[in-house]
């Protein structure tokens, strides 16, 4: 029950950084749209059949760590999706597990973005596919279920994703 509300409360803090932060990579590069059909700079994917794509003002990739630690975050509106890859070792597919984290939030009510946040956390089921890893662009695809940790019967479904992202 610990390391869930330390999840809980990484991945509120972290949708909160991610509606805060006003850096943004102007480096787009116009290419293929290669990860599985996202376009450069974005993420995308369908939630419960709704189709997502992030905003590519504020989708980013942080390697830490000396390069074993990837967060990948693609916000949108009052969504975002998420990935912490924390024993990441290149091209290859990375199980949901205790080291690889995926996340979906959702603020439910937009005059309290804080307050009203529900994280959807992948518990079991779940795939981070990284194809290609350049050193400064990262593509691949994904796909889980998450959980609402406080309604363990409330989920999402998140399927078809797809992620190009320069770093």
């Known amino acids: 029950m610990k390391t869930l509300r330390k999840t809980i409360y990484l ?4 949708l909160a950084m991610v509606f805060a932060s006003c850096s943004s990579d102007d480096d787009n590069n116009d290419d293929d749209g290669g990860g599985g059909g996202a376009s450069a700079g974005t993420l995308t994917a369908s939630v419960d059949g709704a189709a997502f ?6 989708t980013q990739i942080q390697v830490l760590n000396g390069g074993t630690v990837v967060a990948i975050t693609g916000p949108k509106a009052q969504e975002t999706i998420q990935f912490n890859v924390n024993a990441y070792t290149g091209v ?3 199980s949901v597990s205790p080291s ?3 996340s979906y939030g959702i603020v439910t009510d937009p005059s309290d973005p804080i307050g009203s946040v529900i994280t959807y956390v992948a518990i079991t089921t779940g795939e981070l596919n990284v194809t290609e890893d350049t050193g400064s662009n ?3 695809t994904f796909s889980f279920v998450g959980v609402n940790p406080l309604d363990p019967s409330d989920s999402v479904n998140v399927t078809n994703g ?3 992202i320069s770093y």
């Not at 991945?11 to 972290?14: A, D, F, M, Q």
């Not at 794509?53 to 504020?58: L, N, T």
């Open 138 to 140: 990262m593509k691949g």
């Open 100 to 102: 690889t984290i995926a």
């Open 53 to 58: 794509e992030s905003d590519p003002a504020f």
């Open 92 to 94: 290859g597919a990375y």
């Open 11 to 14: 991945s509120i803090v972290c």
């Open 162 to 164: 797809a992620f190009n």
